[in-house]
Nanobody
Framework: VQLVESGGGSVQAGGSLRLSCAAS????????LAWFRQTPGKEREGVAA???????TYADSVKGRFTISKGSAKNILYLQMDSLKPEDTAMYYC?????????????????????WGQGTQVTVSS
């Protein structure tokens, strides 16, 4: 499956952005989906994940501010980001992994995902 992110940009602290991830096929029923972010010199960090049954996991750093959701079309994933902070500045990546019949123990671990988009940059200024 191919993934293409969009929606990144520059915003002031306290603002909002919505990221979108378009997949090349229906990914709602057969894939785990997630958003990750990475800044230069740091490891890729899991932000939010949703599985084929709708179970959602958030990183503590974004709980209450970010919302992961699936769109009405079965190949779109969103990340609504509110109350953005300068520390949210990063390249954001969409990821997918084929469901194998059981939940992931670590849904925010990058090595759990096989398919990645090219990323979209989010910059939050203070």
């Amino acid at each position: 499956v191919q993934l293409v992110e969009s929606g990144g940009g520059s915003v002031q602290a306290g603002g909002s952005l919505r990221l979108s991830c378009a997949a090349s096929e229906d990914v709602y029923n057969d894939y785990f989906l997630a958003w990750f972010r990475q800044t230069p010199g740091k490891e890729r960090e899991g932000v939010a994940a949703i599985d084929y049954d709708g179970r959602i996991t958030y990183a503590d750093s974004v709980k209450g501010r970010f919302t992961i959701s699936k769109g009405s079309a079965k190949n779109i994933l969103y990340l609504q980001m509110d109350s953005l902070k300068p520390e949210d500045t990063a390249m954001y990546y969409c990821a997918a992994d084929t469901a194998r019949g059981w939940p992931k123990i670590f849904p925010l671990a990058p090595n759990e995902y096989d398919y990645w988009g090219q990323g979209t940059q989010v910059t939050v200024s203070s």
